[in-house]
């Protein structure tokens, strides 16, 4: 079976300060991971996949296989990065979806 | 290009009474999904179509939920007796995938349909 943990509920941060969004999970294949993003009265929309290795917005994400671990990055956070955000795997070979519980992050001005 | 549309928006029931939602996928897209999202969790898969077929619906409730996309297109999810339990956000998602697994399939999300049992 699979899980997608986030630990954190509620999460602020500071403008210009890091912020990191933690989630990990448990699999016994080989996953692939995904950020999704939910910005206020918007539909959920992809963030950034581990595979494509890319940085959306200014955030990074990197898949630790031994932590299992999928956590969210980016180094200044701004006012426009409040929304909820879910991370989410998908099992090989397969385009399903299973997500965490979601992060609410605010960002102070 | 428009995206993945459902209706209605909102529904108010009572329990042990019947509800059907709509979804149509973005155009040209063979995969459609519908999510169950209650307050306070993460979306949960309940159904995958790949076109017109089944491809996993191990998380419906069968007994209750039931689910067509009839000529691979639209979508109708219902759910008949409604129970209390089944207050959430039903979002329908579409993506391109034709079969064989892409690493690069995205799947798109409607607006989702908030249904409330009473």
């Known amino acids: 079976a699979q899980r997608v943990t986030q630990p954190e509920k509620l999460l602020s941060v500071f403008k210009g300060a890091p912020v990191e969004l933690k989630c990990n999970y448990s699999?016994?294949?080989?996953?692939?991971l995904f950020w999704y993003v939910q910005y206020s009265r918007q539909r959920l929309q992809l963030l950034l996949r581990?595979?494509s290795r890319e940085s959306i917005k200014g955030f990074t994400a990197d898949l630790n296989k031994g932590e299992t671990s999928f956590h969210l990055k980016k180094p200044f956070a701004q006012e426009e990065d409040s929304a909820m955000y879910y991370c989410?795997?998908?099992?090989?070979?397969?385009?399903?979806?299973?997500f965490g519980t979601g992060t609410r992050l605010t960002v102070i001005p | 290009e428009a995206g993945v549309a459902q209706s209605p928006r909102y529904k108010i029931i009572e329990k042990r009474q019947s509800v059907a939602f709509w979804c149509n996928p973005i155009?040209?897209?063979?995969?459609l999904y519908w999510y169950q999202q209650i307050l306070g969790q993460g979306p949960k898969l309940l159904i995958q179509?790949?076109?017109?077929?089944?491809?996993?619906d191990s998380q419906l409730p069968k007994d209750r939920f039931s689910a067509e996309r009839l000529k691979g297109v639209d979508s109708t999810l219902k759910i008949q007796p409604a129970k209390l339990e089944d207050s959430a956000v039903y979002l329908c998602?579409?993506?391109?995938?034709?079969?064989?697994?892409?690493?690069?399939?995205?799947?798109?999300f409607g607006p989702g349909t908030r249904l409330t049992v009473l």
């Open positions: 581990h595979i």
């Open positions: 155009s040209g897209h063979a995969t």
């Open positions: 699999y016994s294949g080989s996953p692939e």
């Open positions: 179509f790949q076109n017109n077929g089944v491809v996993d």
């Open positions: 989410a795997l998908s099992q090989t070979g397969a385009n399903n979806l299973f």
């Open positions: 998602a579409s993506s391109l995938g034709r079969g064989a697994w892409s690493s690069t399939d995205t799947q798109y």
